[in-house]
């Protein structure tokens, strides 16, 4: 009898597996066009451009409301500056384990696969005006759906670890081509800057150069003694001077008399707190900030084959190859930015970055200095404005950064028109592409060099979006 019960058990659980609720897909719906970017984002880019300028410059709005609030899902707040989510929703039963996967309609690549228990998946790092199918399967029962991602630039991408990233691609360019998405992106740095190391007081006793912090001490008031000079006399500054020659690659267009009064004030805190008594010992490598699974989602989802290294030596210092590891060819070239993209180091600069963009053997690409905004956005500057994209959309790419950057000295006046007004300077015409496609034949390269990053950088004229 006992044994009888537990067979008919047996056969209910059986039969209760096999009639099991079929899977049923309730959001998004059927060929429903789903948002990449989060309201606050799309309300910033579609302000008139004197209002936007305006809005960037002003403390309180880039500080309280640009981009903001950010996204929160699963009650966890994400970053002002990634793409909005697509929720994936489904009727889902108790313990119930579902595969979910998402798949891009135009290449067949599969961009999401995971197992979930629970009735929602979230889904980000989407290219932008593309078709997508998703599909929930639970044992032998799935449901397939597909929906496309809204025709709104930029598509900003999430790379873990690594701020202020987006596509290069997804814009409209010469012909009315979009510019190739997955191909080439921009972020900040995929690892810190060096940073210099110094001695502790127990090291130098133990070595016997415990005199040394004494000179540390001179040294650094006589510092401050120099800097509070030139603030004083203007005219003797030194343009020379070590520590501003480094300033200058981070702010390019700020005047002597900022970088002074800057290091004027942490001269005296430091100082004052006594935190002058250093001696140096050498230095170091920046940490990475893709080690580990970090590094391994990039990889695969993104499948980076080059890393443009925009940053000096300095801040270089220490590394021989990519973060994310041999796989990945490191280029490094030490640029300049804004006005500065007319000088020597900047036009050289360019020409070897320029030359990785040549071989198609090289995508894709992710490019970079240390935050993704200066020396980058000079770089992604020029690359759109050969493909074509309108003035417009190249200050919206620039401006972008803001999302992240949420200090208003960042702003226009300050860094982006030095970067226009440097290039209709020296190269008049009708348009700003018209000007730096004479900047780039002027750096050596050809017509039908250009022509190839072209065709190889813009979709098809006849391509029909899927």
Request: aromatic share 10%; with cysteine; net charge neutral.
């Amino acid at each position: 009898m006992k044994n009888t019960i537990l067979a008919l058990a047996c056969a209910c659980t059986a039969a209760g597996a096999l009639f099991a609720a079929p899977v049923e897909l309730l959001e998004p719906s059927d060929g429903a066009v789903v948002p990449t970017l989060t309201d606050p984002q799309k309300a910033y880019l579609a302000m008139p451009r004197d209002e936007r300028r305006g809005k960037f410059a002003n403390a309180s709005y880039r500080r309280n409301e640009m981009g903001l609030p950010a996204e929160t899902v699963g009650g966890v707040k994400r970053e002002a500056y990634w793409p909005k989510t697509v929720r994936l929703a489904w009727k889902s039963e108790d313990g119930v384990e579902y595969s979910v996967k998402v798949v891009e309609k135009k290449s067949g690549r599969t961009v999401f696969d995971e197992k979930v228990k629970g009735g929602e998946a979230y889904v980000d790092n989407l290219e932008i005006a593309s078709g997508y199918e998703w599909s929930v399967a639970s044992g032998d029962d799935a449901a397939k759906r597909t929906f496309r991602t809204e025709d709104k630039a930029p598509r900003l991408v999430r790379y873990p670890g690594v701020p202020n990233v987006r596509d290069l691609g997804g814009r409209i360019g010469l012909g009315g081509r979009r510019v190739r998405q997955g191909l080439v992106f921009r972020s900040a740095g995929l690892n810190s800057n060096a940073s210099d190391t110094y001695y502790t007081r127990e090291e130098l006793e133990r070595m016997g150069r415990t005199e040394e912090l004494g000179k540390s001490v001179e040294e650094a008031r006589a510092r401050l003694a120099r800097l509070e000079a030139w603030q004083k006399e203007p005219a003797t500054f030194d343009r020379r001077d070590g520590e501003y020659v480094d300033w200058t690659s981070w702010h390019p267009n700020d005047p002597p008399a900022k970088f002074l009064s800057s290091r004027i004030h942490r001269a005296r805190e430091l100082i004052k707190k006594g935190g002058e008594a250093k001696v140096k010992k050498g230095r170091k490598a920046g940490r990475s900030r893709v080690e580990g699974e970090r590094g391994e989602y990039i990889c695969s989802r993104f499948g980076i084959k080059s890393d443009i290294d925009l940053r000096s030596d300095g801040e270089c210092y220490g590394m021989t190859g990519s973060p994310l590891g041999p796989a990945v060819t490191w280029f490094h070239y030490s640029s300049s930015a804004y006005g500065g993209m007319q000088s020597s180091k900047g036009r050289d600069a360019f020409r070897n970055v320029f030359r990785v963009f040549l071989d198609k053997n090289n995508y894709p690409i992710d490019f970079h200095c240390i935050a993704g905004q200066d020396r980058t956005g000079a770089v992604a500057f020029i690359l759109n404005a050969l493909l074509g994209v309108s003035e417009e959309e190249l200050s919206l790419d620039w401006e972008t950064t803001g999302f992240w950057n949420r200090s208003s000295s960042f702003n226009h006046e300050k860094n982006y028109d030095h970067l226009v007004s440097g290039f209709r300077k020296k190269y008049p015409a009708e348009t700003i592409n018209e000007s730096v496609e004479k900047y780039v034949v002027d750096l050596g390269f050809t017509k039908e060099e250009i022509d190839s990053f072209r065709e190889f950088m813009l979709e098809p004229a006849s391509s029909v979006q899927q």
